[in-house]
């Protein structure tokens, strides 16, 4: 089957989860199937990541948006019902050449990331599939609730405007999806349950990687750092948990690691606080430490920094917030805290007692094994685009 798989941007290198799950799925679905890739970018084409991507893509198209004319149509969008970030993207150059894509390569099924390309959908003809991944709206509601009266009023009119859109999207697709069932029930309406469940998985080489026994750092935390849960998540561990740990334990030294830091975290930064921005290979850093922690306290989805870390061998501390998604046992495969305080006393639990950190990381590295596999979440993906063709015959 050809199918066409349309993102917001390029997905290589893998920065972002959005690019992670895209990349994945694409190599993947490229073994059944012949994937052609079409992508927004700002920037200029990525030669080396065209270069990852034909190893999976029949052809790949690359369309250049202009900055300003996305920023004035966001501006415009302000006297209309469609999201912010929807108008961001709605090109009408961009769709016309999506358009001649799909023809020019006979499509069978359009595959769509995130509700903010739903405009693009609509003159296609062929079978067409969005996946949600997360409920943007709720993500920019808990957004809201972190920010500055500005940012609030901005996030909270977004996320009214995200939950009416993403009702909407079940009469413009054929089949929808999303990453766990916790966001699904997030959907604001009745039709949730229409929606399939295509989780996120990990690649085979982490599993694999090898074990390091001298590790420069007690915690690690990663991500995109200019991804504002990511922010609120590093600022948090760094001002309020580590001042705790470090009462009993001051030589305890942290990694952060993840591009795109804002300045105002990047001042954090000192001797026990290491921050090496865009890595290139995160199961370096990854097989360098010994406790990974996760501390969301916004933002949706299943965090895919807590699966590889989990499948690295390493013990996990989250919060409920991100254990939503991911379903670990508490006290098991995994540690849940609530508070600073109780972040702080799971830290200090692991490092006193390595049997209990060996434990919690042996059934965290099983747990992710067992469900969270690319391959099977992809046949998922594959058997729902099979059923759409054998309809259009």
């Known amino acids: 089957m050809k ?12 920065m972002k989860g959005d690019k992670l799950r895209a990349y994945y799925q694409i ?20 030669e080396k990541a065209k270069q990852e991507l034909y190893k999976y893509c029949k052809t790949i198209h690359i369309e250049k948006l202009n900055l300003f004319t996305s920023l004035w149509r966001v501006a415009l969008s302000l006297f209309s019902n469609i999201p912010f970030q929807t108008a961001y993207y709605n090109s009408l150059r961009a769709k016309k050449r999506l358009c001649e894509f799909v023809d020019k390569n006979e499509i ?13 959908a609509k003159r296609i003809k062929q079978r067409k599939v969005l996946d949600f991944q997360d409920t943007l709206s709720v993500n920019m509601k808990r957004r809201a609730d972190k920010s500055n009266l500005l940012s609030r009023l901005i996030f909270s009119y977004e996320a009214k405007k995200l939950a009416k859109y993403e ?8 089949a929808l999806t999303i990453i766990t069932d916790a966001d699904r029930e997030l959907l604001k ?23 390091r026994e001298n590790k420069p ?8 750092m ?4 990511n922010i609120d998540a590093a600022e948090y561990l760094i001002k309020e948990i580590m001042p705790i740990v470090w009462q009993q334990k001051p030589d305890v ?5 993840g591009g795109g830091a804002p300045l105002s975290l990047q001042k954090l930064a000192n001797e026990r606080v290491v921050m090496p921005g865009w890595v290139d290979d995160m199961k370096e850093y990854y097989s360098q430490s010994n406790i990974f922690i996760a501390p969301m306290q916004i933002g949706t989805g299943l965090q895919n920094k807590l699966l590889e870390a989990m499948a690295m061998n390493m013990p996990c501390i989250t919060s409920p917030l991100a254990n939503q998604a991911l379903k670990a046992k508490d006290k098991t495969e995994i540690l849940i805290a609530n508070n600073a305080k109780e972040y702080a006393d799971c830290v200090l639990r692991l490092l006193d007692n390595p049997t209990l950190a060996k434990e919690i990381a042996d059934a965290g590295k099983d747990y992710v094994y067992q469900h969270y596999s690319w391959k099977t979440n992809c046949d998922r993906l594959s058997e729902i685009f099979y059923e759409l063709n054998s309809l259009s015959r």
Do not use: W
């Not at 309406?189 to 074990?211: C, M, Q």
């Open 27 to 46: 190599k993947e679905l490229s073994k059944e199937h012949e994937i052609h890739l079409f992508c927004l970018n700002y920037k200029d084409e990525e």
């Open 3 to 14: 199918v066409a798989v349309v993102l917001t941007r390029i997905p290589f290198p893998l």
């Open 217 to 224: 750092f007690d915690l690690l935390f990663s991500g995109a």
């Open 189 to 211: 309406t009745d039709r949730r349950n229409e929606v399939k469940i295509i989780a996120n998985g990990v690649s085979e080489n982490y599993f694999e990687y090898p074990k």
């Open 167 to 174: 009702a909407k999207m079940f009469d413009c697709f054929d």
């Open 108 to 120: 069978d099924i359009c595959y769509f990331q995130f509700v903010r390309l739903a405009p693009f």
């Open 253 to 257: 030294k942290i990694a952060i690691a």
């Open 226 to 229: 200019s991804y504002a849960p």
